[in-house]
């Protein structure tokens, strides 16, 4: 995507270092943080530097990928089990961090440049998968379109293009005129913070709205289609995605509004029978408790914004059931999840 005059991929590797866009910062400061080793890789997935599933699953292969070239060159010590180990502990939830792990250590054990060709590729294949659920997701709507969208699904979540806003993109370019309601997504606000700098960066018209205004919205006939992302999909076709999903699948269902869920074959995971098995992140109560942003001078902060002395829960995804899901757009077709049709796609 381009950002200013330069076209951008959220995160890349060069030479034994891994770069990406630092998401902390943004929207208030576009800056390239460096990874030199997989140990800062494995940190910057972690503390949300690189987030969203496709980005963290790129950035995670190649952190494979340099605990393979770093412990030949020194680290005698390191074995590669327990970095395989490390990286897998950094987010539990979003399946394509394992799936790419599994790839790159499988393929690091023929030789480390193996493993680094490995990670290439399967960032390579993030961002093909996310174009192609954009064009086949642009050809559900009209020519006019309304969409509610939550959390960040975008480019910045994926290696390029994203997923439930690739077809945003999409439509867009085909010259229909699309309109993004764009939930803020408490706590950490990737709607407010992320999805609404990348529309404005592509000028497509769209709102940030609370996350509790989807229901009067809809009730109000504003919302065409609800499309959005996915961490983790069981074999059943139960999505979990970030919290506030479940909610908005629901209100959907009452007023009649399609909800759809964007995502590539690499988040789908047909170990988890149901929804039940998808292990949910929970992230620190300052996440709840704090908000970050920027004062007059433009310095980063972060203040209070509750009562001091209470506590709080965050549990950062929900799972929504496959019977509120109209469908699946993957990058080999749309999947009618409550008709089962997984693991026939999975398959081809
Ligand atoms: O906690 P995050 O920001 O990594 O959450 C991931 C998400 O952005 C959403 O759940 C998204 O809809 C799925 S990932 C593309």
Redesign the pocket.
């Known amino acids: 995507m381009i950002v200013g005059e330069k076209s951008y991929q959220t995160v890349w590797m060069e030479g034994t270092s891994v770069f990406m866009i630092q998401q902390n910062l943004l929207p208030f400061k576009f800056e390239i943080y460096e990874c030199p080793t997989y140990w800062d890789t494995c940190m910057a997935i972690t503390d ?1 530097i690189v ?4 980005a ?1 699953g790129a950035a995670a292969g190649y952190a494979m990928a340099q605990a393979f070239l770093l412990s030949n060159k020194k680290t005698k010590a390191l074995t590669i089990r327990e970095a395989r180990q490390d990286i897998e502990h950094t987010r539990p939830t ?1 399946k394509n961090l394992f799936y790419a792990v599994d790839r790159v250590y499988k393929a690091g054990l023929i030789s480390p440049e193996n493993a680094m060709i490995e990670a290439q590729r399967i960032a390579l294949e993030d961002a093909q998968n996310s174009k192609k659920i954009g064009e086949l997701g642009a050809e559900l709507f009209g020519r006019s379109v309304n969409i509610l969208t ?4 975008g480019w910045l ?2 290696v390029d293009f994203g ?2 806003l690739a077809p945003v993109y999409l439509a867009k370019r085909q010259g229909k005129d699309v309109f993004v309601y764009v939930d803020e997504t408490r706590p ?1 606000n ?1 709607g407010a913070k992320l999805t609404a700098w990348e529309l404005h960066n592509d000028n497509i018209p769209h709102v940030i709205i609370p996350d509790n205004a989807a229901a009067a919205l809809m009730a109000r006939k504003k919302i065409d289609f609800v499309i ?4 983790r999909i069981a074999a059943n076709g139960d999505v979990a ?2 919290i506030g999903t479940l909610e908005k699948a629901i209100i959907a269902k009452e007023y009649g509004v399609p909800f759809y869920v964007a995502a590539p074959t690499s988040t789908f995971d047909i170990d988890c029978k149901t929804g039940k098995d998808i292990p949910i992140e929970e992230r620190d109560p300052d996440e709840v408790l704090f908000q970050t942003g920027i004062d007059n001078n433009g310095n980063l902060i972060k203040i209070r914004v509750s009562s001091p002395g209470s506590k709080a829960l965050n549990p ?2 929900d799972v929504t059931p496959s019977k509120y899901i109209e469908g699946i757009i993957t990058e080999k077709g749309i999947i009618k999840a409550h008709n089962m049709s997984i693991k026939k796609i999975l398959e081809t």
């Open positions: 949300m987030r969203g599933a496709g963290i979003a939550h959390c960040n699904a979540a994926f997923t439930a950490r990737q959005m992302g996915a961490d995605n970030k950062a995804f």
